[in-house]
T-cell receptor, first 114, second 111 residues
Framework: EAGVTQFPSHSVIEKGQTVTLRCDPI?????LYWYRRVMGKEIKFLLH????????ESGMPNNRFLAERTGGTYSTLKVQPAELEDSGVYFC????????????FGAGTRLSVL | SQKIEQNSEALNIQEGKTATLTCNYT??????LQWYRQDPGRGPVFLLL?????KEKRKERLKVTFDTTLKQSLFHITASQPADSATYLC??????????FGTGTRLQVFP
């Protein structure tokens, strides 16, 4: 069974440009999460989808970040325009929503904004 | 807001010894406390989950304890091996939703 896959693994862009990150969850997982780790800090929650609906987007930093999950399958996270402080590693995770609520993480996308 | 502290940034131990990692939190106790392992360039991998009404959980060489009075969890790896070297993350959750992570402890097991 394929795990959570994220693309690209690494992205280097200039300040002001747009970047789109993609996450393919484990097949059949209705719950999809985005997290971010900036240098030296802990992994922080961004948002949570249940199927195609946003269940909780309390961690989204500002309106430059837009997450979508069309059809309840894969998800994209767009940053537009990117700022220097957006640099970090963006993780996606998915879960079935059943106990013990394990979240399976992808390898992450390392975003560098120059 | 909830704050999580893991005992130290790095822990070095000799192979065969028991590694003990600490996770302390503030505010109210979570419904679930989880431990993850993270290797360089990889995402976190789930290891163990313990509920607030449980005192201890075991899985092979791993043991987790949860003390809601002390607001603390201890994570033990017995008979440690160099392959156990990684960063270990403590994470809290209050329902089925978001995880709140600590900064992690980097464990190095040397032969």
């Amino acid at each position: 069974e394929a795990g959570v896959t994220q693309f690209p693994s690494h992205s280097v862009i200039e300040k002001g440009q747009t970047v789109t990150l993609r996450c393919d969850p484990i097949s059949g997982h209705d719950n999809l999460y985005w997290y971010r780790r900036v240098m030296g800090k802990e992994i922080k929650f961004l948002l949570h989808f249940v199927k195609e609906s946003k269940q909780d987007e309390s961690g989204m930093p500002n309106n430059r970040f837009l997450a979508e999950r069309t059809g309840g399958t894969y998800s994209t996270l767009k940053v537009q325009p990117a700022e220097l402080e957006d640099s970090g590693v963006y993780f996606c995770a998915s879960s079935s929503g059943l106990y013990p609520y394990i979240q399976y993480f992808g390898a992450g996308t390392r975003l560098s904004v120059l | 807001s909830q704050k999580i502290e893991q005992n130290s940034e790095a822990l070095n131990i000799q192979e065969g010894k028991t590694a003990t990692l600490t996770c302390n939190y503030t505010n109210y106790s979570p419904a679930y406390l989880q431990w993850y392992r993270q290797d360089p360039g990889r995402g976190p991998v789930f290891l163990l989950l313990i509920r607030e009404n449980e005192k201890e959980k075991r899985k092979e060489r791993l043991k987790v304890t949860f003390d809601t009075t002390l607001k603390q969890s201890l994570f033990h790896i017995t008979a440690s091996q160099p392959a156990d070297s990684a960063t270990y993350l403590c994470a809290l959750s209050y329902n089925t939703d978001k995880l709140i992570f600590g900064t992690g402890t980097r464990l190095q097991v040397f032969p």
